[in-house]
């Protein structure tokens, strides 16, 4: 692997200026090396996703069975997908709408194929109005952890703590403010400002306090309840539509059909080996989350609390612990700085596809699409603000703005998207565009055997579970 930039951006240049003649600008912003890529992809796909809602949505839908039909989705569906849409983004250097098109003019089917660059950038900005709140949780529970408020305190007034934070839609809302204001300044400061050292710093502290949480779980007696209830499968326990959520939470957690990965994929070298790091930066993001649920479940069951508590899981149960452990202030204020950053690194990812789609095609200067953007996520994100207060009771069957958003984007949204990213991958371009991509061999035999038929069909059987039918 190459660490030179300047020979990787002028291979790319010269593979760009093959592909067609709508292809972009020369000078566009590369990764400067693999490593680079990789953090920010495992930046991407690392976040609230795997610590916040992993463990909230496997309480809901009863554990093991759950965990199980997560993990196939991520290996038979997911990781082919991310593939896929890493090298959409490569091959075609631009962003998601302008990359798909080049790509069908390439591969000469309608240059139609653009809407699914489109769903991906408006999902992308869908999905960020409501990851923010969350995220503004996250960052309001430093303070808490630092001040103090869980040491000693009971589950009851734990989840008091919460319930006061997310009825308070003044709080809620200047916390997802913060949180978007210093996303889109990033943005527009251009991605790979501060990106790589945010992760490579980040990630391990991550994954370090959560192996301490783990170690503190051992201690409370519930360990084996907890690794029980998340790995010992019980179909019973599924729901209608535990199915169809596992499949949504394989594209949500591994960032797929937001937008953010194709976008990511525009900006990397020819000559990296896509396999590789795909795998590693699915294994990473799984890792993350089953470490996740094992710190949290035996929380759970040693307090007599609800493992289908909903959005609010993780941030009722760790403050139990941090109120318990020795140095738990520390840990507690370093978990939820470390989260934050976490799932800022996701948001970026969310918020770039739409920036750099108007600054690409619209002329804009980085400032007023981030500003311009910014300003959109920032109204539809009150939607979810008020989900959890003055608009709690308004419901659509059954679910509040936030979970509507939640499901159209998790569960029917991105999978869809999935679909046509394997139909075209798969069955439009060629073999020989897609070797030129992923290389020869194996691998690549055994990813086009999944794309073309495994992740096509899991997604159509996945759907009609969902709607009764099978
Ligand atoms: N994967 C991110 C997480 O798990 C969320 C995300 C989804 C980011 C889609 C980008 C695109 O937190």
Redesign the pocket.
């Known amino acids: 692997m190459s660490n030179n930039s300047i020979s990787a951006a002028a291979a790319s240049v010269a593979a760009t200026a093959s592909l067609n003649q709508a292809a972009p600008e020369r000078g566009r912003t590369q990764w400067s090396t693999r490593l680079a890529f990789i953090l920010a992809a495992t930046g991407?796909?690392?976040?609230?996703?795997?610590?916040?809602?992993?463990p909230y949505i496997t309480g809901e839908n009863g554990g093991g069975a759950f965990v199980l039909l997560y993990l196939g989705c991520i290996a038979l569906i997911g990781i082919p997908l991310l593939m896929a849409e890493i090298m959409i983004g490569r091959r075609g250097k631009q962003s998601p709408p302008d990359a798909m098109k080049a790509l069908a003019i390439e591969a000469g089917v309608s240059p139609r194929w653009q809407i699914v660059g489109w769903v991906g950038v408006i999902?992308?900005f869908v999905?960020?109005s409501f990851?923010l709140v969350v995220a503004g949780w996250a960052v309001a529970y430093i303070f808490n952890a630092g001040g103090g408020a869980f040491a000693g305190a009971s589950s009851d007034e734990i989840g008091g703590l919460f319930g006061s934070l997310v009825g308070d839609p003044l709080a809620s809302t200047l916390w997802g403010s913060l949180v978007l204001a210093i996303t889109a300044t990033i943005v527009i400061k251009g991605v790979k400002l501060g990106l790589e050292r945010a992760v490579t710093i980040m990630m391990p502290g991550l994954l370090l306090i959560l192996l301490i949480l783990v170690g503190y779980s051992m201690t409370t007696g519930q360990f084996a309840h907890g690794f029980e209830f998340m790995f010992s499968p019980d179909f019973s326990k599924l729901t209608g539509t535990s199915v169809l959520v596992a499949l949504g939470h394989a594209?949500?957690?591994?960032?797929?059909?937001?937008?953010?990965?194709m976008t990511y994929g525009s900006y990397l070298p020819k000559q990296v080996s896509l396999g590789r790091t795909v795998l590693t930066i699915g294994l990473l993001?799984t890792l993350v989350?089953l470490i996740a649920g094992l710190a949290i479940f035996p929380i759970v069951f040693a307090n007599g609390l609800e493992p289908g508590a909903g959005p609010g899981l993780i941030f009722v149960t760790l403050p139990l612990a941090f109120g318990q452990m020795p140095f738990g202030q520390l840990v507690g204020v370093l978990f939820f700085i470390m989260l934050s950053f976490?799932?800022l690194t996701?948001?970026i990812?969310?918020l770039e596809p739409a920036v750099s789609w108007l600054t690409e095609k619209r002329g804009f200067s980085r400032l007023k699409a981030g500003l311009l953007t910014s300003a959109g996520i920032w109204l539809l994100s009150l939607g979810s603000v008020f989900s959890f207060n003055i608009w709690e009771e308004h419901k659509l069957y059954g679910k509040t703005f936030f979970d509507v958003l939640d499901y159209l984007t998790s569960g029917w949204i991105?999978p869809l998207s999935g679909l046509a990213m394997a139909v075209f991958t798969g069955w439009i371009m060629t073999k020989a565009a897609t070797r030129d991509e992923l290389g020869e061999g194996l691998g690549h035999r055994v990813w086009h055997f999944l794309i073309r038929y495994i992740v096509p069909v899991g997604i159509l059987l996945i759907f009609l579970n969902a709607i009764g039918v099978l």
């Open positions: 991407s796909a690392v976040g609230l996703g795997n610590i916040w809602k992993f999902t992308g999905l960020l990851y594209f949500f957690s591994l960032s797929l059909a937001g937008g953010g990965m993001d989350a976490a799932a996701s948001a990812s969310l991105m």
